[in-house]
């Protein structure tokens, strides 16, 4: 595709269910990245891709998320037991490798726990 | 550990000059790349200074200054469509970019 895609782009479940979120990067970028974003703030990165394998997991806020990514190519974000304060815009980027400093965002999740 | 201040808000008129600041405290620093995001939408990249300096491109320009660890993003003759929210990003050795929490940007006629 033309960009980085994600899905759902809207996710409303409830307090301790299991989410699932998919970012499509653009084709050829071997690095993914997951930020989240709550309301009027900045952006959380929570985990980095290089290929398939995740170099760097810190930014992941507890236990219950987790992330892969198969094929060097799509990647999925899952939130085990969710709680309120998991609520946030999910984005996606990809960048080709080299440049790290331009990244390429999708649209996000927005996800709502209830 | 890593931080980047900016200001929360500005304000300015239809036409007008802006100058969003960045202060950087960061570990193994390669650059600075400039965000903007309109409300409801995704960031998309403006600009990146690896080298102390100015970057220009079109209406926007872009500083660095390494042994100030400080950057800004310069805006000329604003308009309407610029209103939007401006994050400087920090490029480290991790191959990552670390945020900083957003500038507020009200252009006004």
């Known amino acids: 595709g033309a960009g980085v895609s994600q899905s759902p782009s809207n996710k409303v479940t409830e307090k301790g269910k299991d989410v699932e979120l998919r970012c499509d990067p653009i084709?050829?970028?071997?690095?993914l990245y997951w930020y989240r974003q709550s309301l009027g703030q900045g952006l959380e990165f929570l985990i980095y891709?290089?290929?398939?394998?995740?170099?760097?997991k810190s930014g992941l806020p507890s236990d219950r998320f987790s992330a892969e990514r198969t094929g060097g190519s799509v990647s999925t974000l899952t939130i085990q037991r969710t709680q309120q304060e998991d609520s946030a815009v999910y984005l996606c980027?990809?960048?080709?490798?080299?440049?790290?400093?331009?990244?390429?965002f999708g649209p996000g999740t927005r996800l709502t726990v209830l | 550990g890593q931080s980047l201040e900016q200001p929360s808000e500005v304000t300015a008129v239809e036409g007008a000059i802006v100058q969003i600041n960045c202060t950087y405290q960061t570990s193994g620093f390669y650059g600075l790349s400039w965000y903007q995001q309109h409300d409801g939408g995704a960031p998309t990249f403006l600009s990146y200074?690896?080298?102390?300096g100015l970057e220009e491109t079109g209406r926007f320009s872009s500083f660095l200054s390494r042994s100030d660890s400080y950057g800004y993003l310069l805006l000329q003759e604003l308009q309407m469509k610029d209103s939007a929210s401006y994050f400087c990003a920090a490029n480290n050795a991790g191959n990552m970019l670390t945020f900083g929490g957003g500038t507020r940007l009200m252009v006004k006629p």
């Open positions: 200074n690896a080298l102390d």
């Open positions: 980027a990809s960048s080709f490798p080299g440049s790290f400093h331009e990244q390429f």
């Open positions: 891709f290089q290929g398939n394998s995740a170099p760097d």
């Open positions: 084709s050829g970028h071997t690095a």
